[in-house]
């Protein structure tokens, strides 16, 4: 057996790929969880029957009753539904926040002190959600957006330099939608500033291109939204807090105070452990990226404003 337990909710197309890549990486044996009978539980067989090939001991099964995710150490939350072309991540509030909700409350029963891991859209007002419904403190209740964000930023950066993605540091800050915030001057390769190697119109360019990464995507789909790059970016958190490596990485975390932020969940660098967020790191952010993160948080508590009017 390994020695963490992770629970994939939602067994669709980012937490099957997840639930993949961490028994894969061999970080912990995995339950996946669906409402759709018999679903993960023949998604989780098909993995455990590449086992040999792939050559992990890792395990996972796949269920519909949450008895079986009792004692997890982690959550990633993918259940609800995805975006169609046309759609905002918001069109989802509704829908997605009841699914959440409910995930959040029998999961809690039967793992009183896991880590939550929201991946499900609108990603920060899920996340705020599901901390409110779980009880638990913030620092074990945050959401993937940032990771994701970074490594699309990322790869725009690595192809307009011609260089290799693998000296590529990019920083994506704020919510997870139209309104967040590269910040070029805490984007580098292997050090270097990409304002010192990019022209300002080209930094522009790919920061606008990264802002609309999963539309572009949504859009060549037209029946769903991306799901590689997100369950990477997931198990890139799940890595962190399994192996305690504190990696520094930006997670849509409970701000307060921090960047202005007050009570509000939202894209910020932290870093993340064993325990959850170990801290919020404050950057020296410039007069302009502060008053775009603000507008960027804005935002989100304007939704979050209205779900609250929702759900009561
Ligand atoms: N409990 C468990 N699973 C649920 C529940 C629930 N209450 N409600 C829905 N699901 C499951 C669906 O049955 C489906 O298998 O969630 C899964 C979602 O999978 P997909 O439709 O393939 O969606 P996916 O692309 O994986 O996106 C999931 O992540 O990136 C976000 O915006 C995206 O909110 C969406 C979520």
Known sequence: MAKHKVTVVGAGFVGATAAQRIVEKQLADVVLIDIVEGMPQGKALDMMQSAAVEGFDTKIIGTNNYEDTANSDIFVVTAGIARKPGMSRDDLLNTNAKIVGSVVEQATKYSPNAIFVIVSNPLDVMTHLAWQKSGLPSKKVFGM???????????????ALNCSIKDVRAMVLGGHGDTMVPVPQFSTVNGITITELLPAEKIEEINNRTKHGGAEIVKFLKTGSAFYAPSSSAVAMVEAIV????????????????YGIDNLYCGVPVALGANGIESIIELNLNESEKKSLQSSAQAV????????LTVG
């Open 145 to 159: 957006a940032g990771v994701l964000d970074s490594s699309r930023y990322a790869c725009f950066i690595a192809e």
């Open 243 to 258: 192996l305690d490596s504190k990696r520094i990485l930006p997670v849509c975390a409970l701000c307060n105070g921090e």
């Open 301 to 308: 508590q304007t939704v979050v404003d209205k779900l609250a």
